[in-house]
């Protein structure tokens, strides 16, 4: 069995917005939450806008924070992100040969593909708040997925490749989700597909896979499906995914930290 922890939207921020919650505080709490409920777990996976504004200083805090972790922690990128100045924070973090900040974690029974969905350089909003996989990128994956043909996959990316029921986020959903799902469909290992993006928990199929989203640690997506301003959203309490993987299973929790009721200290 694998145990994976999701973080997404950490939104970490250095001067944080006025009015909104405190990004800092709101991970360490949740980082100490897992360390106490979820110290099992094989991994912590951030799946992107890691920061609000891509600057280093809030790269630089992310950083510091991530000392509290208990666990791996492996980071990815969002549209709120800069390629360029999270490398120079984080310049460990595995990049595939065009420097994309792609990985694959192998479990005894599982493969993670960690995927870059971030559309820049050049940054340019808000296009580049959509996501895209270049050429390239769906190369990696597809040879990803071709050595380990037999094991299952389980695909990371922060956008979304299909649409999610929020017009303003569908509208800066994956911008070539075709091309991601006839890669994928070339494979028959792709167990499931985790995002972020939206600040919301959703679930559900498309094209016959399964896939969840969750929840940000800071605002969540208010329940209004003909909305198109993205930037609105509700201080709906912080949450992080926990899923299970079995041969037989995948079971996919949130974990609403701030009201779980269980007591850390
Ligand atoms: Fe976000």
């Given at each position: 069995m694998s145990k994976i922890i999701v973080f997404t939207d950490t939104h970490m921020a250095?001067?944080?917005?006025?009015?909104?919650?405190?990004?800092?505080?709101?991970?360490?709490?949740?980082?100490?939450?897992?360390?106490?409920?979820?110290?099992?777990?094989?991994?912590?996976?951030?799946?992107?806008?890691?920061?609000?504004?891509?600057?280093?200083?809030?790269?630089?805090?992310?950083?510091?924070?991530?000392?509290?972790?208990t666990l791996p922690v492996h980071l990815m990128l969002g549209n709120h992100d800069n390629r360029e100045a999270f490398r120079a924070t984080f310049p460990d973090v595995p990049v595939d040969e065009g420097g994309?900040?792609?990985?694959v974690i192998d479990l005894p029974d599982l493969r993670l593909i960690l995927l870059d969905t971030l559309f820049g350089p050049p940054y340019e909003y808000p296009a580049s708040h959509a996501g895209y996989l270049c050429e390239a990128r769906l190369?990696?994956?597809?040879?990803?997925?071709?050595?380990?043909?037999?094991?299952?996959?389980?695909?990371?990316?922060?956008?979304?490749?299909?649409?999610?029921?929020?017009?303003?986020?569908?509208?800066?959903?994956?911008r070539n989700g075709d091309e991601f799902y006839a890669c994928i469909e070339r494979h028959s290992n792709v167990k499931h597909l985790i995002c972020g993006h939206v600040h919301r928990t959703i679930s559900g199929t498309h094209r016959g896979l399964p896939f969840s989203v969750f929840k940000s640690t800071v605002g969540q997506m208010p329940m209004q499906f003909t909305s198109l301003d993205s930037t609105v959203e509700n201080d709906e309490p912080a949450a992080y995914g926990i899923v299970f993987f079995t041969p037989e299973s995948t079971l996919v929790h949130t974990e609403d930290y701030e009201i779980s009721g269980l007591e850390t200290d």
């Open positions: 250095i001067n944080p917005r006025k009015g909104r919650p405190e990004p800092n505080a709101r991970l360490a709490a949740g980082l100490k939450h897992v360390a106490t409920f979820n110290a099992d777990a094989d991994c912590i996976i951030f799946c992107g806008d890691l920061t609000h504004e891509g600057d280093a200083p809030s790269y630089g805090l992310l950083q510091s924070r991530l000392q509290d972790a994309f900040i792609q990985q190369a990696w994956l597809d040879r990803q997925l071709t050595q380990a043909a037999n094991k299952p996959c389980c695909i990371f990316m922060h956008h979304p490749p299909h649409d999610t029921g929020f017009p303003a986020m569908d509208q800066i959903k994956l």
